[in-house]
């Protein structure tokens, strides 16, 4: 039973436009979450998380949202560019673990 | 500039050989990962170490994978035997305890043909 979950395998947004990626859980003892990207043939890279003691964290074009009451997070990317087109991992941690839970990933792709 | 490396990067083997991986964790993390990733499963973890412990490896298949710590630097997994359906990108991680965020190789892609 995937407990950290991305049901969106794919998707494309215009160049300039904003993209929305949602991760939705199950677990309510996570309390922290990230946001991972990944290109080809490269590992994931740490893109920005948020504790569960927040509800917003910003990092230049990249904004996650948590929704603790509807277990849901979506990262936001204002505006988005062809760079960033690649595999995005939503991955989810509860207190006192070190392991993170991964979802499976869904694909940006962003057009000129 | 301080990077999780693997070894090696492309590895093609025939069913019931023995595989070994290799991973070099940035030199200060006490906790390696390893994880494997397909697309039916995504990423899932496999093992994880804390200052070269053992401290979980149920992801992992018994009776034919292996994860070893032999020292701070080195951590492998090993198959034996190998078969088709072990075929993934393996990628190793590590991290400082309670951090949080890992920081990941460039990963193993492996085929058992």
């Known amino acids: 039973d995937q407990q950290v979950k991305q049901n969106s395998p794919s998707l494309s947004v215009q160049e300039g436009r904003i993209s929305i990626l949602n991760c939705d859980y199950t677990n309510s003892m996570f309390d922290y979450f990230l946001w991972y990207k990944k290109y080809p043939a490269e590992g994931p890279t740490f893109l920005i998380s948020i504790s569960s003691i927040k509800d917003k964290n910003e990092d230049g074009r990249f904004t996650v949202f948590l929704n603790k009451s509807a277990k849901h997070l979506s990262l936001h990317i204002v505006p988005s560019q062809p760079g960033d087109s690649a595999v995005y991992f939503c991955?989810?941690?509860?207190?006192?673990?070190?392991?993170?839970?991964f979802g499976k990933g869904t694909m940006l792709l962003v057009s000129p | 500039d301080a990077r999780v490396t693997q070894t090696p990067r492309h590895k093609v083997t025939e069913m019931g050989q023995e595989v070994t991986m290799r991973c070099q964790p940035i030199?200060?993390?006490?906790?390696v990962f390893w994880y494997r990733q397909t697309m039916m499963q995504g990423l899932e973890l496999l093992a994880y170490?804390?200052?070269?412990?053992?401290?979980?490896d149920s992801g992992m298949p018994k009776d034919r994978f292996s994860a070893e710590m032999p020292d701070a630097t080195l951590a492998t997994l090993k198959i034996q035997p190998s078969e088709p359906r072990d075929s993934a990108v393996y990628f190793c991680?590590?991290?400082?305890?309670?951090?949080?965020?890992?920081?990941f190789g460039p990963g193993t892609r492996l085929t058992v043909l």
């Open positions: 991955a989810a941690s509860s207190p006192g673990y070190s392991t993170l839970t």
């Open positions: 170490f804390r200052n070269r412990a053992p401290l979980d």
């Open positions: 991680a590590s991290g400082l305890d309670k951090a949080d965020t890992q920081y």
């Open positions: 030199l200060g993390h006490n906790t």
